[in-house]
């Protein structure tokens, strides 16, 4: 009987040594979060998206025009030479990319003018005829100014209106009793395309784009704006003008308006 009793305190000693370890093993669920049980998925977090951020810049370019340049009066030299042959403006047509407006610097030195001589009409003084080739010389500066990006009545090669004028065999000269005016009149206007621009990071640049009328008007305001320009215009002595515009690769409108 001893014998019997004996496996048996040692068969129940190792159930509960072996009850302990399973204890020991099994897992302890934290504070404050269910349980995991056996065949249902752990709860799934959503994804957050990455915030998105978008950067702009926005800018408005600057309407330019520099001091004018006007005729230089003397005492009485041999009489003026006459009018020069006018031969046709070459007509020019840009349009930018998604500008929606065709921009025609032909059709635009033609607004100019006519915008220009309602100024003159509306004081009582006589219209300006287009003088060809002085709206040639102007058109010519207008072109250099643009290929050559400079804005300014003297070229890099040190010549002004005047000195340009003669290069092309222009004599602009006037006889009044006893005494003469000599040289070429200018007005210049660094207009643009466009009258704002938003660049984007993540899309495409939006532009605010100028009507031919808008580029136009916005010209002869800014001259009829600033004294020295505005007296050219209004010169009474001036009998004919030529007006020349040109549009450089980064969407700037250059204007010329010469006076004779």
Known sequence: ?????????????????????????????????????AGQPPSEIPAVPPAQVTSSVHITPTNMAPSPLQTTTALLLPASEGPHPSPSPTAVT?????????????ALEERVHELINQQRTARGLASLPVDRVLAA????????????QYF????????????????????????????????????????????????????????????????????????????????NILTPTFDREGIGVAIGLDDKVYITEDFC
């Not at 840009?94 to 032909?106: G, L, Q, R, V």
């Not at 010389?137 to 050559?148: F, K, L, P």
Request: proline fraction near 6%; aromatic fraction near 12%.
């Open 137 to 148: 010389i102007a058109r010519t500066h207008s072109e250099d100014m643009a290929v050559r």
């Open 1 to 37: 009987m001893r014998w019997f009793k004996l496996p048996l305190i040692v068969l129940l000693g190792a159930c509960s040594v072996l009850a302990l370890i399973l204890v020991f093993l099994s897992p302890i669920p934290l504070m404050g979060s269910p349980p995991v049980t």
């Open 94 to 106: 840009i349009s930018a990319a998604k500008n929606p407006y065709t921009i025609s610097t032909t």
């Open 152 to 231: 300014a009545h003297v070229n890099p090669e040190g010549q002004n209106p005047t000195a340009r004028g003669t290069a092309d065999g222009y004599i602009c000269r006037k006889t009044y009793g006893s005494y003469y005016t000599y040289g070429i009149a200018e007005n210049l206007f660094l207009n643009n395309l466009y009258s704002s621009a938003t660049f984007y990071s993540n899309r495409e640049t939006v532009y605010t784009w100028n009507s031919p009328e808008e580029i136009a008007q916005t010209t002869v305001f800014g001259w009829m704006n600033s004294s020295g320009h505005r007296e």
